[in-house]
């Protein structure tokens, strides 16, 4: 099984590297950034002197925000520890690598014997956070070697995974058992782990809700939103792709057509920002939806006259939501819907695609009629008279407020437990 991992790892890299030759920005973009990991690291080295170092890992930019407000609570406690943050994809470290409460931000190398040896010996952490779904076995393996703590955190499973399957469970069960402590996001997954004898598990909840509150709470305003949201129903479409985008238009056809006066208006923040796909869909729905307009080529006027603005900026979504009275996420027509929390967080309904059974998140949302599922355009249209029904707003906004307010601290709970174990002395790592 090693040697297909192995293998696997191989073959992706040469595919990626192949894409890249071809000219995909995104698979040039992998390659370049692992080009540039050594000189980082160096660098990055060269500053840290004899301060105790926390890494943490995550695959991509969501994940990102499940451990970002454990580093800004440690960053608090312990004001010298040295971060470094590594991500997997291109999209969450462009996102993300001018955030000032890493020491350091990079990709992660190829998960190769070698590159595992070298990196290790470099940043040699006192303590490793990988976030949810990041399971490499020779960066595991190493740890487990070397003695380091290594946290999942934000972790759910589900019977469906290789831990839990024959003829995987038995390599996939070597990783758990490199794992120090798990925080799990709910009793199934601990469950889960228990079954196989694992009992290093916390049920601590979604590191997620304390950072969406935070983002919530925090002041926003922008002109070009403030004018084309101003006494309008707004749908605030977040993360989406094609097939999120041909449905939210088609739908607000139909619900213009019998909004009895009311004024919709629709936002659309795609996962990639591509302009020209946006300026084609600006083409192919002129004259049938109203107006269209690209947030970047906006003024005021142009937005309150609108009725659809597209988003072609990253790094807004999180604080758009703010503008909504309906939120949809995309991704469930896809692999899987992105965050539904961070809409929810301002009190409104999410929508998503069907593909949504492996988000716990989802399950909890729809259960207390929070959420909706959409398939096509008679349910989405169906959903928003529904929630357009007169008291529906202010219970969702109530309830939700409710249980944000209870599920909030999971971030403080982890970073209480690694304060505990960097600041004692007798938990420094001892190095071979």
């Known amino acids: 099984m090693r040697l297909l991992y192995d293998l696997g790892i191989w073959g992706y890299g040469a595919g990626v590297r192949l894409a890249a030759l071809l000219g995909n920005h995104r698979a040039r973009q992998w390659v370049l950034g692992r080009k540039q990991v050594w000189a980082s690291l160096s660098e990055w080295q060269q500053k840290r002197g004899d301060r105790r170092v926390l890494w943490l890992h995550a695959a991509s930019a969501g994940e990102f925000e499940q451990g970002r407000p454990i580093l800004d609570a440690l960053r608090e406690r312990i004001p010298d520890l040295y971060i470094l943050v590594s991500f997997f994809s291109p999209s969450g470290y462009q996102l993300h690598k001018t955030y000032t409460g890493a020491d350091g931000i990079v990709f992660l190398p190829e998960d190769k014997p070698s590159n595992v040896a070298r990196w290790m010996e470099m940043v040699r952490p006192d303590l490793s956070l990988f976030v949810k779904y990041e399971y490499w076995y020779h960066f595991y393996r190493a740890h487990r070697r070397a003695g380091i703590p290594l946290w999942v955190i934000s972790a759910p499973f589900r019977r469906s995974q290789p831990f839990f399957r024959r003829p995987t469970a038995r390599f996939w069960g070597e990783m758990l058992e490199a794992v120090t402590h798990f925080f799990v996001l709910n009793a199934e997954s601990a469950a889960l782990l228990g079954a196989l004898g694992i009992e290093r598990v916390s049920i601590n909840g979604d590191t997620r809700v304390d950072r969406v509150m935070k983002i919530r709470d925090e002041s926003f305003s922008d002109p070009i939103l403030d004018a084309f949201s101003s006494g309008a129903r707004v749908v605030v479409a977040g993360s989406t792709w094609p097939k999120d985008e041909e449905l939210l238009l088609d739908s607000l056809k139909t619900l213009m057509a019998d909004a009895q006066g009311q004024l919709i208006k629709l936002i659309l923040v795609p996962h990639h920002p591509n302009t020209e796909r946006i300026d084609e ?22 937005a309150a006259e609108a009725r659809i ?98 599920n909030q601290g999971a971030s403080f709970r982890i970073a209480d437990k690694a304060v505990d174990w960097l600041t004692s002395a007798h938990n420094r790592t001892a190095y071979p």
Request: net charge positive; hydrophobic share 45%; aromatic share 16%.
């Open 281 to 302: 869909l600006i083409n192919q729905f002129y004259g049938l939806t109203g107006r269209m307009i690209r947030w970047s080529k906006a003024d005021r006027s142009m």
């Open 309 to 406: 603005l597209w988003i072609d900026r990253m790094g807004m979504l999180s604080r758009l939501y703010r503008y909504a009275n309906i939120a949809w996420v995309g991704g469930g027509f896809g692999m899987g819907i992105h965050n539904i929390l961070e809409p929810a967080v301002y009190g409104i309904p999410v929508g998503f695609g069907p593909n949504y059974h492996r988000f716990a998140e989802a399950h909890t949302l729809l259960a207390h009629q929070w959420a909706f599922c959409a398939q096509d355009q008679e349910s989405f249209c169906l959903a928003w008279r529904s929630l357009s029904q007169e008291g529906e707003p202010l219970r969702i906004r109530a309830e939700l407020s409710q249980w944000f307010a209870q």
